[in-house]
C-alpha cells in the first residue's frame, strides 16, 4: 500500500445527540427498565446512569467519519440552514483529533482491540492519525442536502 492508498472503515451506525432528541425521548433514554437486555457485563459502569450509556455508547460515534450526526460539544445545537436555499444542512464529513476517546470502549474499532495500530512515542491510544483540531475538537462539514453543490458550513466541536 502508498501513503494515499485508503483503507475501507469499518461502518457503524449512531445516534443524535440526547440535546437533539424530544424531551419524550430523553425521559425514555433515563428510563432504566428500557436498558434490561444489554450485557451488563460491557455496561455495567452505566447501571445507575442510563443517559450516559447512550451518550458514551450509542449516540454520535467519535472519530473520522462521514455522514453520522453532528457532536455537540461544548455547545448545544444549533441550526445550520443552508446559506442559499435555507434548507438544513446534514454532517458530510468529520475531521476528528482522535479516533475514539476514554469514555467508552465501545467505539474502538474490533481491528484494534486484537492488532493495534504501533503507535509513535507519546501519542494515546486513538490519536494515531496525530491531527489536532484547534483544542483536540473535530472539524464537521455539513451539507446542504437539496443540492449539495451549495455553500458548505463548517463546525468546529
Known amino acids: 500500500m502508498g501513503p494515499f492508498d485508503i483503507v475501507p472503515g469499518e461502518q457503524v451506525?449512531?445516534?443524535p445527540n440526547p440535546s437533539e432528541l424530544s424531551e419524550e425521548l430523553r425521559e425514555q433514554l433515563d428510563d432504566e427498565s428500557r436498558w434490561e437486555?444489554?450485557?451488563p457485563a460491557r455496561y455495567n459502569t452505566y447501571?445507575?446512569?442510563?443517559?450516559?450509556?447512550?451518550?458514551?455508547?450509542?449516540?454520535?460515534a467519535p472519530g473520522w467519519k462521514t455522514g453520522g450526526w453532528t457532536r455537540?460539544?461544548?455547545?448545544?445545537?444549533?441550526?445550520?440552514p443552508c446559506p442559499e436555499c435555507g434548507t438544513e444542512e446534514v454532517p458530510?464529513?468529520?475531521?476528528?483529533?482522535?479516533?475514539?476517546?476514554?469514555?467508552?470502549?465501545?467505539?474502538i474499532p474490533e481491528e484494534e482491540r486484537t492488532n493495534p495500530t504501533p503507535l509513535?512515542?507519546?501519542?494515546?491510544?486513538g490519536d494515531f492519525t496525530e491531527i489536532g483540531i484547534t483544542g483536540d475538537n473535530n472539524?464537521?462539514?455539513h451539507a446542504c442536502p437539496a443540492d449539495p453543490s451549495l455553500p458548505h458550513i463548517e463546525l468546529v466541536q
Open 13 to 15: 451506525t449512531d445516534y
Open 37 to 39: 437486555s444489554i450485557d
Open 47 to 60: 447501571a445507575d446512569d442510563p443517559g450516559e450509556l447512550y451518550l458514551n455508547n450509542l449516540s454520535t
Open 72 to 80: 455537540w460539544s461544548p455547545t448545544d445545537p444549533k441550526p445550520r
Open 92 to 107: 458530510l464529513l468529520t475531521i476528528a483529533s482522535s479516533e475514539w476517546d476514554g469514555g467508552s470502549e465501545t467505539w
Open 120 to 125: 509513535p512515542l507519546g501519542t494515546q491510544a
Open 139 to 141: 472539524l464537521q462539514l
